[in-house]
């Protein structure tokens, strides 16, 4: 358990970039694995970007050379570079956290859910 907070959505043109930020509020910092979904509107929750304590990654095809997920270990910070926004990336985006060390890929097809969310943040991307 702990609190996320995720900061820096907004609406951007397509082709644009953002950076989205995710800190621990205040609860359990172990955390070993981290990562990024979303919900577009009428869909479901999808991964789109996952990170363990090793240093490994993955991420969900649609984003895949698109988007970077990043960690600063000393600011307890979870990061998501968006380039080249296309309006199907409008959602909801939300980082997730978990404890336990998966590999990344298992985030991402849906095999774990992390324990730890955050409250999310609306990401808008006009044509």
């Known amino acids: 358990q702990g609190n996320l907070v995720e900061s820096g959505g907004g609406s951007v043109q397509a082709g644009g970039s953002l950076r989205l930020s995710c800190e621990l509020s205040?609860?359990?910092?172990?955390?070993?694995?981290w990562a990024w979904y979303r919900r577009p509107p009428g869909k479901e929750r999808e991964g789109v970007a996952a990170?363990?304590?090793?240093?490994?990654?993955d991420y969900a095809a649609s984003v895949l050379g698109r988007f970077t997920i990043s960690r600063d270990v000393d600011k307890n910070t979870l990061y998501l570079e968006m380039n080249n926004l296309k309006p199907e990336d409008t959602a909801m985006y939300y980082c997730?956290?978990?404890?336990?060390?998966?590999?990344?890929?298992?985030?991402?097809?849906?095999?774990?859910?992390?324990?730890?969310w955050g409250q999310g943040t609306q990401v808008t991307v006009s044509s």
């Open positions: 990170l363990n304590r090793d240093g490994a990654t």
């Open positions: 997730a956290a978990d404890f336990r060390r998966w590999g990344p890929r298992a985030v991402i097809d849906g095999r774990v859910r992390p324990n730890d």
């Open positions: 205040g609860a359990n910092r172990n955390f070993n694995t």
